[in-house]
């Protein structure tokens, strides 16, 4: 069973998908802890409802971004965390914390990368930027994170239709249905199967039984 812990900010729509995805065995995993960077963070009551350990630890209450980075290292390492899932979490890291677990940390990103992407869009700023610029086709990403920000190998991505009379709430409303709800769960499924390999930075998804 795969050791994932999960890094959370807000709502948690994501999160619950991960949890609905382990509970019926999707997952071959459990989720060993949920760290919010908000005490307020609606994601800490799904996971509370689930009996998952929570934590909240808030980048305020650290000295720099580099110690906020290094306190969850520690965090995860001693709950021998194998995946952690960043689930709508909303801080950029210092990049000590991708390189104490290489091709081992999952973003999901709202948006088809590298549209949208990088410092400053996150949630519905994402969504935004796509409606300023008028595409017709929007999305979401699921990636390994590297040390920079949105930029690590793509894992899965799925494409979502922009509607002429889309605001930027309803068009994250259709690309968290049609999308990110979707592939999330089912890559962390992938990789928990032992499916997804990384080659100079692009990723290949082996096969499974042919059934
Ligand atoms: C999701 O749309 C997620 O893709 C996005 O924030 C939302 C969180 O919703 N993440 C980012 O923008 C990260 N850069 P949730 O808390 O309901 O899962």
Redesign the pocket.
């Known amino acids: 069973m795969l050791r994932i812990g999960a890094l ?10 991960i949890i609905d995805s382990v509970n019926s065995g999707d997952i071959k995993g459990e989720i060993v802890s949920v760290v919010s960077s908000s005490p307020n ?3 800490l009551e799904r996971a509370k409802k689930n009996n998952i350990e929570t934590s909240v630890l808030r980048l305020r209450d650290f000295g720099s971004r580099r110690e906020y980075s290094e306190a969850l290292i520690k965090h995860f390492r001693e709950r021998n965390v194998e995946l952690i899932v ?5 801080i950029i890291l210092d990049p000590v914390f991708a390189d104490a677990f290489p091709n081992r940390i999952m ?4 948006a088809l990368i590298p549209s949208f ?1 990088g410092e400053g ?3 519905l ?2 969504h935004e930027a796509a409606l300023a610029k008028g595409v017709k086709v929007t999305g ?1 990403t699921v990636h390994f994170v590297d040390g920079k ?2 930029n690590g190998p793509i894992i899965m991505q799925k494409a979502v239709e922009v509607m002429d009379d889309d605001t930027p709430e309803s068009l ?1 409303k259709r ?2 249905e049609q999308a ?1 709800w979707i592939i999330f769960p089912k890559a962390i499924s992938l990789f928990a199967e032992g499916r997804i390999k990384v080659y100079e930075n692009k990723v290949k998804i082996l096969k499974g039984d042919l059934k």
Do not use: R, W
């Not at 960043?86 to 909303?90: E, Q, S, Y």
């Not at 973003?107 to 709202?110: E, L, T």
């Open positions: 959370v900010s807000g709502g948690g729509t994501n999160l619950q998908k963070a609606y994601a960043l689930a709508g979490f909303m973003n999901i990103h709202p992407c869009f996150y949630g700023h994402v979401a920000a949105d994250q690309v968290m990110e």
